[in-house]
């Protein structure tokens, strides 16, 4: 009997540790149902998207462990989607343990492991702290990594 599972996320500036996520999820179920978060959703989670969600959805909906992505407007759908999906498995990172068990009476819920070292908080972080060094610095830094390479050639 095929087996399904749904997760909710925002899945902004798109990564690795979404994509290990994902990958998960499609080897513990036959088919694989991603909730993404709208943008409005994302304003109510105090979470300001960089990526719009017509982009995001695109590219969750891209990813070839994913069969179904539906857009998440509200915390309460879960129980409606579980229901009309037919929902096996609920799984989500385990940043959010605990706060979906009540969806333990209607399916089974699982909170993975999450990947470490990347989120998209951090790349934010770093892609700034990547713009603010001034140019000539970059370029003059790029002009000694190109000599170290001749030299190694
Ligand atoms: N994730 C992960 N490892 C990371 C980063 C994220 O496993 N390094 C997982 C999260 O645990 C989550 C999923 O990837 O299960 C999507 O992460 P977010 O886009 O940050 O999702 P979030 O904003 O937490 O939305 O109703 C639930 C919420 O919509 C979840």
């Given at each position: 009997?095929?087996?399904?599972?749904?997760?909710?996320g925002?899945?902004?500036?798109?990564?690795?540790?979404?994509?290990?996520?994902?990958?998960?999820?499609?080897?513990?179920?036959?088919?694989?149902?991603?909730?993404?978060?709208?943008?409005?959703?994302?304003l109510?989670?105090?979470?300001?998207?960089?990526?719009?969600?017509?982009?995001?959805?695109?590219?969750?909906?891209?990813?070839?462990?994913?069969?179904?992505?539906?857009?998440?407007?509200?915390?309460e759908?879960?129980?409606?989607?579980?229901?009309?999906?037919?929902?096996?498995?609920?799984?989500?990172?385990?940043?959010?343990?605990?706060?979906?068990?009540?969806?333990?009476?209607?399916?089974?819920?699982?909170?993975?492991?999450?990947?470490?070292?990347?989120?998209?908080?951090?790349?934010?972080?770093?892609?700034?702290?990547?713009?603010?060094?001034?140019?000539?610095?970059?370029?003059?830094?790029f002009?000694?990594?190109?000599?170290?390479r001749?030299?190694?050639?």
């Amino acid at each position: 009997m095929s087996k399904v599972v749904i997760t909710y996320g925002t899945f902004d500036m798109f990564h690795v540790g979404h994509l290990k996520l994902l990958q998960r999820l499609s080897e513990m179920a036959d088919r694989v149902i991603v909730a993404v978060s709208t943008d409005e959703f994302n304003l109510g989670k105090g979470k300001k998207t960089l990526i719009p969600y017509e982009q995001r959805a695109q590219i969750v909906e891209s990813i070839k462990y994913v069969d179904l992505v539906i857009p998440e407007e509200s915390w309460e759908q879960k129980l409606q989607d579980v229901k009309k999906y037919d929902v096996d498995i609920f799984a989500i990172g385990e940043d959010w343990k605990g706060k979906f068990d009540f969806l333990s009476d209607l399916c089974e819920v699982r909170y993975l492991e999450r990947t470490k070292d990347i989120s998209t908080t951090e790349l934010k972080r770093s892609l700034k702290n990547f713009l603010s060094i001034p140019q000539e610095d970059l370029r003059q830094a790029f002009e000694v990594l190109e000599l170290l390479r001749r030299d190694l050639e």
